[in-house]
């Protein structure tokens, strides 16, 4: 899950980057999608057993999509909650907060990783 974060840690200078075990794609409608392949030992057994999908597919909402379309590996959380800002306004409130749920929950399902900026 990447290095823990310490309480006297900005968390919005943290610089989020994409899993690269994962598939990043866009659909025609310009929402993003992300492919998780199932390919552990587990996931091969679950399979076999329960007939399941090889990969668990998963389509974001339009602000997800924005928020994935600026994960660059160069835009840290605070840049990101500005654009955020300047494409959807008040419809982004409260901002900050709902970001940064948005940031962990994609952190705590791997699709994520939080780098240190200067790390």
Known sequence: MGKKIKK???FLDFIPKKNNGYQWGQKENGLVQIIVPRDGV???IV???FKTPKQFIIDMDYMGSFICKNI???NNIMRIGELLREEFGEEAE???ERLATYINTLRNNRIIILEKAGD
Do not use: A, V
Request: charged share 45%; no cysteine.
């Open 8 to 10: 006297r840690d900005n």
């Open 47 to 49: 399979r076999k057993l």
């Open 72 to 74: 660059d590996g160069t």
């Open 42 to 44: 587990l996931d091969k």
């Open 94 to 96: 409260p901002l900050y």
